[in-house]
């Protein structure tokens, strides 16, 4: 899932649960002189990938992260940072390459940041992530026997994106050709600087036909784009959504004061040169700092949301309002696949009722409602919780009801007021589910949980803690919700112990 509005910038650190290939082993080092010094040349030969997409090696037992080296290789790396566990370095040259690699589509790779991963064959990445998740489970969780499935990839893993988050700089005269131009792109790997991106291979194809003609629009119309360290300009981030079908666009142009010169004009303009736009908003965000949006959003011209549709199986065509600010899977086609999956995990008969934590504009909710007797979606972000009744009212779906507040509030609510969830299924952010959280799972009586996780350390940690409240993982299957790159979500099907013995094996999934 992508809930987060903030661009990475900072170091990828290791995780502070992660297993020794990732961390260092569990020999601290605590006073021992480090193996390596910043600026050191060393010749490494790579193990591993960790959770950022480094290929990760060993000198004399201390764990050293190589950007854009892969396991099987051995290069010469730059130490550029030593820390007590580990070090990080730079590739210098490749000494030996592994099997995988390959040469990268796009010639901003790996500057922009974007990617992690264009440089290995796609069914390497593929293996990896499935690897990624079986470390974290032997490793934090303690789970060696939990089956995890091959990674479902997709046929074409590009182009896959219909949302893009762009910051916006200035490019100087030299660069530009003639006049200064502004640039839309992407921050580079560990800092504030904007590499220009004309084209982005996972992108949708209509999102880079938007951003150019905004960035030319931008370009023309002379708004100053924002620096962070004077704190000064007008135009933050532009913000890109796209349907399915690829008809329908929606433009968020992020400013710092709602006083903007000629917006209404722009936005005509705009939606004119891309008739696929149906509608252009701004939000307001005058506040310094890494989050993208601010709390204020108003329409400029046309509608200030569009309408996507998934199919997903066994719960047949859906649709969905989304606005700017909206929650919704980036990836539609592996959407579809992932949600597939949940339901296919619930295994549902239509006699049940489901609770969904963490439910955001409805799409896992509404799907579990078409094939149970009834469904309860909870939320803490009032705007979502709006946007997925609005959703339940577009597609006809009345045997569902959406709940705002904190998961581990209104859990207990729904206890108090005697309900009883058969199935459950949670889809938290990357920090994974609180004690509370899974207690309140554990309390309301579920037979049969659902975790959706985009983050393999936490879904092993809570996988644990779920074991100790009397619950049993029956396997994993990853979904790459997101090619070319590091990250990897999966789907973990646990039951309560007293009913995974009377279970027969061809009822899980």
């Not at 961390?23 to 050191?40: E, F, H, I, K, T």
């Not at 209104?410 to 990357?430: F, I, K, N, S, Y």
Request: hydrophobic residues 40%; charged residues 20%; contains cysteine.
């Amino acid at each position: 899932m992508e809930r987060q509005t903030t661009p990475n910038h900072s170091q990828p650190m290791p995780d502070p649960k992660a297993g020794p290939e990732e961390q260092g082993g569990p020999d601290s080092r605590a006073g021992l002189r480090p193996p390596v010094r910043p600026g050191q040349e060393v010749e490494i030969t790579l193990t591993g990938l960790n959770h950022a997409g480094q290929g990760v090696g060993r000198v004399q037992g201390l764990a050293v992260f190589v950007d854009q080296a892969l396991p099987g290789e051995t290069v010469q790396a730059r130490v550029l940072t030593v820390h007590r566990n580990y070090a990080t370095a730079r590739l210098e040259r490749i000494l030996a390459p592994a099997p995988g690699r390959q040469k990268p589509v796009c010639s901003l790779f790996p500057a922009c940041g974007g990617c992690q991963l264009q440089h290995l064959r796609y069914a390497e990445q593929l293996a990896w992530k499935r690897r990624q998740v079986v470390d974290a489970l032997e490793r934090i969780g303690g789970l060696r026997q939990v089956p995890v499935l091959p990674t479902l990839g997709m046929a074409d893993p590009f182009h896959y994106r219909n949302k893009v988050q762009y910051p916006v700089a200035l490019v100087p005269p030299a660069q530009a050709g003639r006049g200064p131009a502004v640039a839309l792109g992407c921050f580079e790997a560990r800092s504030h600087r904007v590499v220009p991106a004309d084209h982005c291979y996972i992108q949708s194809p209509l999102n880079n036909e938007v951003a150019a003609a905004v960035r030319s629009l931008l370009t023309r119309y002379g708004w100053q784009p924002y620096d962070e360290r004077s704190r000064r300009g007008l135009i933050r981030h532009v913000l890109i959504r796209s349907n399915s079908s690829g008809d329908q666009a929606l433009v968020c142009l992020v400013t710092t004061r709602p006083d903007v010169p000629r917006k209404e004009q722009l936005a005509a303009e705009l939606m004119e040169a891309a008739p696929p736009v149906v509608g252009v908003v701004q939000n307001i965000n005058p506040q310094p700092g890494n989050v993208i949006l601010g709390r204020q959003t108003v329409p400029i011209r046309g509608c200030d949301r569009l309408v996507d549709q998934l199919q997903v199986p066994g719960a047949g065509k859906l649709s969905f309002y989304v606005s700017a600010a909206s929650f919704f899977q980036v990836n539609p086609v592996q959407a579809e696949v992932l949600y597939g999956q949940v339901l296919r995990a619930a295994g549902l008969s239509g006699s049940e009722t489901v609770v969904d934590a963490y439910a955001g504009v409805g799409a896992i909710t509404l799907a579990l409602a078409r094939q149970a007797r009834f469904a309860y979606g909870v939320e803490v972000v009032p705007a979502a919780v709006k946007d997925a009744r609005a959703n339940a009212r577009l597609n006809r779906v009345e045997n569902v009801e959406f709940r705002t507040g904190a998961v581990e509030d209104v859990l207990p609510t729904l206890q108090q007021e005697g309900v009883r969830a058969a199935v459950a299924v949670v889809d938290p952010p990357r920090a994974g589910c609180s004690p509370p959280v899974l207690q309140a799972l554990a309390a309301l009586g579920a037979q049969r949980l659902v975790y959706v996780s985009c983050y393999p350390a936490t879904l092993a940690r809570d996988l644990a803690r779920l074991a100790q409240l009397g619950y049993a993982a029956v396997q994993v299957q990853p979904v790459d919700m997101f090619p070319q790159t590091s990250h990897v979500e999966a789907v973990a099907l646990v039951v309560r112990q007293q009913a995974q013995k009377g279970q027969r094996r061809e009822d899980c999934p």
